[in-house]
Structures are given as C-alpha cells and as structure tokens.
C-alpha cells in the first residue's frame, strides 16, 4: 500500500464520518480541513493527499478527519471538536499532534480547552480566535453563492482571496475549465460550517491552552487578516509565532517551508 495510505469511513451514533490515514511514524498527527470540507470532505483521497503531503509520513502516522457526513443546522466549532474527541476515541487515538487549518484551527482551538489531554501540540494556520469584518464580509460572499448553487463562484473568490498573482493565474484557469465538476447535491454542511466561523469566539479562553503552539499566519491573508494569527499568539502564554510576509490564506499550499515548519515543530 503506497504511503500506508487508507480510506477509512466510521459509523457513530451522531452520524457517518469519512476519514484518511496515510504514514507509518511512530507519532501521531491529526489534520483539520478549513470550511471546503463543507463542499467536499475526505472521503477516497487518501492516496493523493497522501502523496500531496508525502513528507510528514516518515515521522507521523497522520489522519485527516472530516467533520460529520450530516451537519446539523447552527452546529458550532465547539460541538464539531466534541465530536472529534469522539473519533479519536473511537479509533484509540490518546493524543496526537494537531494542526487545524482556517476553520478547522477554530475547532482545534476548542479541542485543547475541552480535551487537553487529546493535543500534545498544536498548530493553529490561517485562523482567527473571533470574528472580524474580513472574515464576516468573505463567509457573507460565499453564503449567498451557496444558497443560490454558485459552486464555481464560490471556488473562485475563494481563489482571488487566498493566492498570490502566479498562483492565482494556475488556479483560476483551472476552476475555469472545471466548471461545476464536484459541485456538492446540497450546500447545507457547508452554510453550517461557514456560520461556525461567524459564531466562533475563543478568544477570552485562549489563556487556557497549555501544550506547546505554533501559530501561522500570512500578513496578506484577506480571509481572516494576518492580524487574527498574531492576536492568538499574544493570547497563548509561550505560543510562537510564524509571519509570511505577502502571502494570504493559502499559504500553507504556496509556502514551500510549510510542511517542514509543522514536521519541526511537532517533532521537537
């Protein structure tokens, strides 16, 4: 099996959930998707993500888990970290490093406060602790398109707010000629996702947070602002901070060093 890679789907009493887990490293590194998981969750790509992110299966055993296949309306990031700690239960995972990207750090936020005992470390990417009227104005573009099926709307401004000018030309001509392909049946896991972000509010509990953080930010970003990473980091007592300078939301695509960064950090 290239990679240890496997598709892995869990039945729990909340509902379905899809999951990935590629790598054979002795530790334990759990990955948090933003809100496209509200578009497209895991579910039969843990080859390519595993060749995609190929360089931390040496070290980690990683798992990438979706958020469940059912959201129900007005579910928070709170709630979506409950049902987390669930799985890890339910598949013997003690503790793990965990890296929660855009969305996905506000649930790995409430992960360390509710489940200390779960996260070993944590890195928090492109995320934010509250909302703010960048976040608010992005979620509010992306909801309207939603209800009205804009799939390829939606993919595109996401696009034009997460990458730099080179990357930006690959990825629009790219959705262009896709179009609609992957457009979700029903775009109801990914209003409720996109509302968690405008409801999310760990900010006064951040102090709480006791394992090691790295926090990661793009000073460009024009989805949750550079300045909500650098706002977490003054929040989480020893949390250290990394700035890229000039790049945005996608950063964690566009930024060769990324992986190596997280592999460092979580390893030493």
């Known amino acids: 099996m290239i990679l240890n890679a496997k598709n892995i789907h869990l039945d729990l009493p909340a509902g379905g959930t899809d999951c990935i887990r590629?790598?054979?490293g002795a530790r334990t590194l759990i990955m948090i998707p933003g809100v496209g998981d509200g578009l497209k969750t895991v579910k039969g790509i843990a080859?390519?993500?595993a060749l995609l992110y190929r360089e931390l299966a040496k070290d980690f055993t990683v798992w990438v888990f979706s958020r469940r296949a059912e959201l129900p309306a007005h579910m928070t990031t709170r709630e979506m970290a409950a049902d987390l700690a669930l799985v890890m239960d339910r598949l013997g995972i003690g503790s793990a490093a965990v890296d929660g990207v855009s969305q996905g750090g506000m649930v790995a936020q409430w992960l360390a406060l509710?489940?200390?005992?779960k996260v070993e470390k944590l890195v928090l990417t492109v995320t934010l602790s509250r909302p703010n009227d960048t976040v608010r104005e992005a979620i509010g573009v992306w909801t309207d398109m939603a209800r009205r099926g804009d799939y390829r709307g939606i993919m595109l401004d996401t696009a034009e707010r997460s990458y730099s000018p080179k990357k930006l030309k690959a990825a629009k001509l790219e959705y262009g000629l896709l179009g609609n392909f992957?457009?979700?049946k029903s775009f109801d896991?990914?209003?409720?996702?996109a509302e968690s972000c405008l409801t999310h509010d760990t900010y006064e509990e951040l102090g709480r947070i006791a394992c090691p953080t790295l926090v990661i930010g793009g000073t460009e970003d024009k989805i949750v602002t550079g300045q909500a990473s650098v706002e977490i980091a003054e929040r989480i007592h020893g949390c250290r901070l990394h700035m890229y300078e000039g790049l945005s939301h996608g950063l964690y695509e566009e930024a060769k060093d990324y992986?190596?960064?997280?592999k460092e950090f979580c390893l030493s």
């Open 114 to 117: 509710d489940h200390p005992e």
């Open 22 to 24: 590629f790598g054979s």
């Open 259 to 262: 992986l190596k960064i997280v």
């Open 47 to 49: 080859l390519p993500f």
């Open 182 to 184: 992957g457009k979700p």
């Open 189 to 193: 896991r990914f209003l409720t996702q």
